[in-house]
């Protein structure tokens, strides 16, 4: 697979086969296309940000090696450059583009088996476009037989009418690999070193070249310019979508559903307008999400019901649980079967046992929270300590009872069916069943209100002035007087 080029024409300091379409990188999906016919070796060659197109290799699972092209002279090079890896290889290498992603493996197991029925020493696919622009056009001789392959900026005037492109597809007994690329030249229009003209070397060469037309060409488009790019992520949304409507998923609005590749979706799920579902996301049946959700390498379980407005990185949700509206659920939130989580809630590193709730504005990080316990609305686990960078753990019980304005201190545990008073500041642990509360005794000073308006001069039913020094200055003389008591009080 080819994937040095940065990819002049998409105007970018990113190389190509970095952009990401369905939110993984371009040259991901060719991978996965072939990791489908099980190959003996895969290779990628690699130039423009080599590492990370590396590392977004690998990341496709495949025991993948990459061959380096320091320097880009085109794309029969770069084959040249991944020639050593098979120099004591002698079966079929295909080859393929990294910018051409929606390639399936039924295309490359067609192209494998034409070129192997045919006992054909090349076999290429080719396809054709109502506008071939920019592709390379297929060249026949009298007889009708592949002869060759003309670059659309090599092309004469007759030659770009022609419709049938090549799109960047091939097939090569290995043992013919390295002769071919030998031979080949940098007299075109680019200066380079041109993967194409292997075709009209084995032709000329009397060798057996095969061809397999693609019935949809739409699936072998290349990507070199953003606008195609854009192109094909509707038209991937628009696969996507089909196929899990195809599957007894329903969706409000499928223009404003974004699919991923890896997404899984169960039956009678129903998905809300404006929807994100990323990475290895996986939703279980029966659930609904309102809209407006980004859910990325989330699992849902069974009827989970996504309200309005939520994001989710890299959490498991359990059976019939309820999310939101504007929940946001991080990296190692675990939710049990029939967890609750209301507006305004965040939660990362926090394991939540079946049945607990947390309906209001609440922060639970590096935690684990029992069967059933409630945890009141603004309650904060503070699990960090601002200096050194350590996160401390909470820990609390079974059917516990959190007031509301709490902070958790960590480390502290709370233990089964405890109650934490409203307004506690807990720092030490508390026992089973044990109330805990830290509870300033509140004061209630009668009359005060009357007697502040009469410092300020003011009538009944007038606003009270700010309990501050400076808002008392003006009431000097009698109302002060009048006041002593209550000042000291202040
Ligand atoms: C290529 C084909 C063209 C075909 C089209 C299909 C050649 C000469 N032309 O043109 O016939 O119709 O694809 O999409 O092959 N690459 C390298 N090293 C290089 C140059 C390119 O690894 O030195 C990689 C790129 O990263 C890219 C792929 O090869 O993934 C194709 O290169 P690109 O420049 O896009 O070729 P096209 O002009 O599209
Ligand atoms: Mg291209």
């Known amino acids: 697979m080819l994937a040095a080029g ?3 024409r998409m105007r970018s300091s990113r190389a190509k086969v970095l ?39 690998l990341a496709s699972g495949l025991p993948v090696d990459t061959a380096l092209q320091a320097e880009q002279r085109g794309t029969g090079h770069a084959v040249q450059c ?7 290889f002698d079966g079929d290498v295909l080859i393929l583009y990294g910018d051409v992603p929606l390639v399936t493996a039924a295309a490359l197991r067609r192209l494998r088996d034409v070129h192997r029925a045919e006992d054909a020493d090349l076999a290429l696919a080719r396809m054709c476009f109502a506008d071939p622009t920019g592709y390379g056009r297929i060249l ?15 092309a004469t005037p007759a030659e770009r009418e022609i419709k049938e492109v090549n799109p960047g597809l091939y097939c090569v007994r290995a043992t013919l690999l390295t002769p071919l690329l030998r031979a080949l030249r ?65 969706f409000e609005d499928p223009a404003t559903a974004y699919v991923g590749p890896e997404v899984e979706i169960g039956r009678d799920t129903v998905i809300g307008p404006n929807v994100v579902l990323r990475g290895k996301t996986r939703i279980g049946e029966g659930c609904r999400l309102d809209g407006t959700a980004f859910l990325v390498d989330t699992q849902l379980g069974d009827r989970v019901h996504v309200l309005f407005s939520c994001v989710a990185d890299g959490a498991v949700i359990g059976d019939d649980a309820i999310v939101g509206p504007f929940a946001r659920l991080r990296p190692g939130t675990e939710l049990g079967a029939r967890v609750h989580i209301g507006n305004f809630v965040e939660t990362k590193k926090a394991r939540l046992a079946d049945g607990v709730k947390a309906n209001h504005l609440t922060y639970l990080g590096d935690c684990e929270v029992g069967t059933g316990t409630n945890v009141g609305a603004g309650t904060i686990t503070c699990n960090y300590d ?8 909470t820990t609390i019980g079974a059917r516990v009872q959190i007031g509301s304005d709490v902070q958790l201190v960590a480390p502290v545990t709370v233990h089964d069916d405890a109650y934490v008073a409203a307004g506690t500041t807990v720092t030490r642990d508390v026992p089973a069943g044990a109330l805990v509360a830290t509870r300033v005794p509140p004061r209630v000073l009668e009359g005060w209100v009357a007697r502040r308006r009469a410092m300020a001069g003011q009538k009944p039913g007038a606003a009270v002035p700010a309990a501050t020094p400076r808002a008392a200055k003006p009431a000097k003389t009698k109302a002060r007087k009048v006041s002593a008591r209550a000042r000291r009080r202040r």
């Open 6 to 8: 940065l990819g002049t």
């Open 19 to 57: 952009h990401e379409l369905g939110g993984l990188p371009l040259v991901r999906h060719p991978l996965a296309a072939l990791g489908r016919l099980g190959p003996s070796r895969v290779v990628v060659v690699v130039g423009h940000q080599a590492a990370e197109v590396r590392a977004a290799a």
């Open 82 to 88: 991944a020639a050593p890896a098979f120099a004591d």
């Open 140 to 154: 026949r001789d009298a007889t009708g037989r592949v002869s060759g392959i003309v670059e659309h900026r090599d």
């Open 186 to 250: 940098t007299d075109n229009a680019q200066g380079e070193l041109y993967l194409t003209d292997v075709v009209g070397l084995a032709a000329q060469a009397g060798r057996r070249v095969a061809s397999v037309q693609i019935e949809r060409p739409d699936e072998l488009a290349g990507v070199n310019t953003r606008a195609e790019l854009a192109r094909m992520e509707a038209q991937l949304r628009d696969d996507l979508t089909r196929r899990w409507m195809e599957a007894g998923v329903t």
């Open 386 to 393: 601002g200096s050194t960078g350590k996160k401390s753990k």
